[in-house]
């Protein structure tokens, strides 16, 4: 229904608000999203309603409207709940039950952060074996049933991340056996070519819910690895440098990171995994 500005009221706002959080949790909660009824798309319906509020408050500047009808209170933010986290153990779980063609797609989502598009969209000609390190320029997302290539929104969103020596030789294994000749070639196509995106998420869902991971999304794998790389000596601005976010906050805004300090979290990143595995290993050998 279209309305022109002076006709929005309260009531039509409210009316709006209740109606976008009904069909957002509809939607989410029918793709089997692992949040529940009240988290499902509280973040869109708060920033669906800032973005009206700031329309309004413009129209009210303009004195196109006596009053800004957008006053429910709190609607404009939302709680962030605790994201579940997998620990080196159900990583290594996690890994060694998905498809084998995805066993290193989980290692780079989980020990280098990045996200699901960003993997999805990795190339050859990013990935640099030899040092060790891949670089993230772009990233694939779904949209409308087709999937869209997008660069980062900020310069820090594109990066070069150093990743620990075993995910590097299990890329390197994988690079062989499931990618494309040439520079263009995806790293983790479908067996057809084609982008992966979907095929990773179900894969990786489905192993999840199988190991009784319900609550526990792909996402939550780049939150893993933030807080392995955490606890393996990254600083604040490590983390953002690693993660690809343009700030960590105000304060953060004139601090810089040694770029050599890259190599160092990988490596005890590497030293962190190695032990875990070593001590399982042991314990299973008795």
């Not at 989410?28 to 509280?42: E, V």
């Not at 800032?50 to 413009?58: P, Q, Y």
Request: glycine share 8%; with cysteine; net charge positive.
């Amino acid at each position: 229904m279209a309305l022109t500005i002076g006709d929005v009221t309260p009531t039509v706002v409210r009316q709006w608000y209740s109606d976008l959080g009904t069909d957002l949790r509809t939607k989410l909660l029918t793709r089997r999203s692992f949040q529940t009824p009240d988290q499902a798309g509280a973040a869109t319906q708060a920033h669906a309603y800032r973005l009206l509020k700031a329309v309004m408050n413009t129209a009210l500047e303009d004195e196109l409207i006596p009053n800004n009808p957008c006053r429910i209170k709190g609607a404009s933010s939302y709680e962030h709940t605790e994201r579940p986290t997998l620990g080196i153990e159900e990583i290594e779980e996690l890994a060694n039950q998905v498809p084998p063609r995805y066993k290193a797609t989980v290692y780079l989502l989980a020990w280098a952060g990045i996200r699901l598009g960003e993997a999805a969209e990795l190339r050859r000609k990013d990935v640099d074996l030899k040092h060790s390190q891949i670089r993230v320029e772009r990233g694939v997302y779904p949209l409308n049933g087709e999937y869209v290539v997008q660069t980062p929104k900020s310069r820090a969103g594109a990066r070069t991340i150093v990743l620990p020596d075993f995910v590097t030789d299990l890329l390197g294994k994988h690079v062989k056996d499931y990618s494309p000749i040439g520079p263009d070639g995806l790293i983790f196509p479908t067996r057809s070519g084609l982008c992966a995106y979907n095929g990773i998420q179900l894969a990786i869902t489905r192993t999840l819910r199988r190991m009784g991971y319900d609550t526990v999304r792909v996402h939550d794998l780049r939150h893993s690895g933030q807080l392995l790389a955490a606890t393996s000596g990254a600083t604040l601005t490590d983390l953002q440098r690693r993660m690809g976010h343009s700030t960590v906050n105000a304060a953060m805004a004139y601090a810089h990171a040694s770029r050599d300090n890259g190599r160092g979290i990988a490596e005890r990143m590497n030293a962190q995994r190695a032990s875990v595995v070593h001590i399982n290993s042991r314990i299973r050998a008795r």
